[in-house]
Nanobody
């Protein structure tokens, strides 16, 4: 069992930066592939980034790959998403996800645990 809690969301102007955190409980955090998804108002939830259990492989969606960076610290049971050069279209609720399937990017159908989400709002 893994519980995920996101933090770090907020309201900011375009061009700014934020770092999201996902704190995991449970002793098996390091065995999960972890990822970030987001859902904008009126849109379906979409994949943002993923990282394998060791951190050896990462993958970012095309829409964010030059601006966002996923990372994890297994010693702290925490995953991060550094978001730079934010745009209004990045406005969404960001969700942390865990999957025991080792494939990245993570398929939503294979996500076993979700966080409650953290709101990111970027104004123009």
């Amino acid at each position: 069992q893994v519980q995920l809690v996101e933090s770090g969301g907020g309201f900011l102007q375009a061009g700014g930066s934020l770092r999201l955190s996902c704190a995991a409980s449970g002793r098996t955090f390091s065995s999960y592939t972890m990822g970030w998804f987001r859902q904008a108002p009126g849109k379906e939830r979409e994949f943002v980034a993923a990282i394998t259990w060791s951190g050896g492989r990462i993958f970012h969606a095309d829409s964010v790959k030059d601006r966002f960076r996923i990372s994890r610290d297994n010693a702290k049971n925490t995953m991060y998403l550094q978001m730079n050069s934010l745009k209004p279209e990045d406005t969404a609720v960001y969700y942390c996800a865990a999957s025991s399937d080792g494939h990245i990017p993570i398929y939503q159908a294979l996500v076993e645990y979700w966080g409650q989400g953290t709101q990111v709002t970027v104004s123009s």
